[in-house]
């Protein structure tokens, strides 16, 4: 197992002691058997590889090889640290990436880097305050960039206000501040029995409560007639 650092030396070496070295297009491959692939990759990239051997998903022997998603947007989000230049278009990078999996019988991934479900999905209740306010407090970059369905707010048991007022504003579900505080607490009941709350749980909890409140007018049926013509005379 090699650090970064080790791989530098490694690539710097022969570079600075080969006679036309600069002539040659230097490559890197590496496994991932110890997590290293990318970094050590991208390390290699930072000291004058320019030919990088990667794969979708990550898929190879053993622990598989460097990730392609990873590499290239990593590229595309620090382009000061690597100064490097590539055609990829980020966009189709999660629908190959499930292409890869249902093709190959990987298990996917929910929380794989840049590809996975999860990568972009915030269910801590300061994630959820601070994503609606800027992405960037806690994305370097977008679920848009790989096409990733959006999935930016998970609700659950560490949502907070903030992050319920937010989902409750896309759904078009208006509450004065009372009204908020009793949904709230409903919804707060509702996690304790329920991992993950879906926007018709929402629905659902919006309209027991519309249902239960006393400024709703509700009918009731008090009786019934029934009528039909009398039959024709033969």
């Known amino acids: 197992?090699?650090?970064?650092?080790?791989y530098s030396a490694l690539f710097n070496?022969?570079?600075e002691n080969t006679r036309g070295s600069e002539k040659v297009v230097w490559s890197a491959h590496y496994q991932n058997d110890p997590g290293l692939a990318t970094a050590n990759t991208l390390a290699a990239i930072s000291n004058g590889v320019r030919q990088v051997e990667l794969t979708i998903y990550r898929i190879g022997e053993c622990a598989g090889n460097t990730s392609l998603e990873e590499v290239v947007m990593a590229l595309r989000?620090?382009?000061n640290s690597y100064p490097v230049f590539n055609k990829i278009d980020t966009t189709f990078q999660y629908r190959v990436s499930q292409l890869v999996v249902l093709k190959s019988g990987m298990p996917s991934q929910a929380n794989k880097a840049i590809v996975?479900?999860?990568a972009f999905a915030h269910e801590s209740g300061i994630h959820q305050d601070g994503v609606p306010k800027n992405k960037r407090t806690y994305e370097i970059s977008t679920p848009e960039l790989v096409d990733v369905p959006s999935n930016n707010l998970v609700l659950g048991k560490h949502s907070g206000r903030n992050a319920l007022k937010y989902k409750l504003h896309e759904l078009a579900i208006v509450l004065n501040d009372p009204e908020f505080q009793t949904f709230f607490t409903s919804f707060k009941k509702l996690t304790d029995t329920k991992k993950l709350i879906t926007e018709r749980d929402l629905l659902a909890l919006a309209s027991d409560q519309s249902l239960s409140q006393d400024a709703i007018e509700t009918y009731r049926v008090k009786s019934v007639v029934i009528s039909f013509p009398p039959p024709a005379s033969l």
Do not use: I
């Not at 197992?1 to 080790?6: A, D, I, L, Y």
């Open 1 to 6: 197992m090699n650090k970064k650092e080790e």
């Open 13 to 15: 070496y022969p570079r």
């Open 77 to 79: 989000t620090r382009p």
């Open 116 to 118: 996975g479900l999860s």
